[in-house]
């Protein structure tokens, strides 16, 4: 009869683990950034209005991102004063992952008290960012995946 070392229960145990994400980059305008972590976690959800359409008729879709970057959240940290100001533009080219329909209901307003819905998912990068049209954030980071450790198990 043969016996298991610790070293090989040790090793059979230790397996990587695998995710399959679903990318997508877009533009859109930075709007809000709130705090939606705990005491024992700090967390961020940020709201894109990412644009779509054509030039003329463009169409807004709403996105409401976890942040799941160290180096996404210090660069929205850094413009946070620019982003909860109503009179400026941050309009950021971004990266997110793993998007699924969110649905909510209006709190007031017209449609208070119907159903909606926005884009969820997890902000992984942002590419650039300007803000009332100057560049203020580019990311030259040639591999895109550099962060994305950070979205994955958060599901």
Partial sequence: ?????EHETHSSHTEEKRYFNEYVQGLGYLNSIR???SEKKVCFAAQVSALQGSSEHVEYVYHDLMVTSERVLKVIMDHRQAIENDDANVLVHFKMTNPRPKPFIYKQGERAGELGATIGGFLTRIVSMKVNGELVYEDKQDNDFVDDQNANGMQ
């Fill in 35 to 37: 705090d939606i972590g």
């Fill in 1 to 5: 009869m043969r016996q298991t070392t």
